[in-house]
């Protein structure tokens, strides 16, 4: 039996808001800063390298803008003054049967950036909202 890579299409995001159907997620980054070092009697002529602390990137979600749901709205509002609500966002990506195949977790997230949809009198799209999350942490669960 052959072994195919998983595809990308059927996912949902458990956010803590009432919708979880999403279009799409980008962002799902990890990234190992690197530190350089050389001491001055070395004997060789360049630096060593070391992994450093990690970083996140953002994460992007979006969907279509639906009547009456502000969700993403009223988390955006959780921002101000030096607060704001963190929530722990799990992204699974689904087999067939909607089980889970792999799960994503940002610890600690929060939105930095909310965009409305693009509006064009002559298109014939859908109106597409997108939030901005940052987060403390990402972990990959199977």
Not at 1 to 10: E, K
Not at 91 to 108: R, S
Request: proline share 5%; net charge negative; glycine share 8%.
């Amino acid at each position: 039996m052959a072994t195919y890579p998983l595809p990308a299409y059927h996912f949902t995001v458990d956010w803590g808001g009432t919708r979880i159907g999403f279009t799409e997620v980008t962002g799902l980054t990890i990234e190992t800063e690197v530190i350089e070092y050389r001491e001055g009697n070395s004997p060789e002529f360049h630096k060593i390298k070391m992994p450093g602390l990690q970083k996140f990137s953002n994460v992007t979600l979006k969907r279509g803008l639906v009547t009456g749901d502000t969700d993403f709205y009223k988390w955006m509002l959780t921002t101000q003054m030096n607060k704001v609500e963190r929530r722990d966002v799990v992204i699974h990506l689904l087999d067939e049967k909607h089980q889970p195949l792999m799960t994503w977790k940002l610890h600690n997230a929060w939105p930095v950036k909310l965009e409305g949809p693009a509006l064009k009198a002559e298109s014939n799209e859908v109106a597409i909202e997108t939030l901005e999350l940052t987060h403390e942490g990402l972990s990959i669960v199977n």
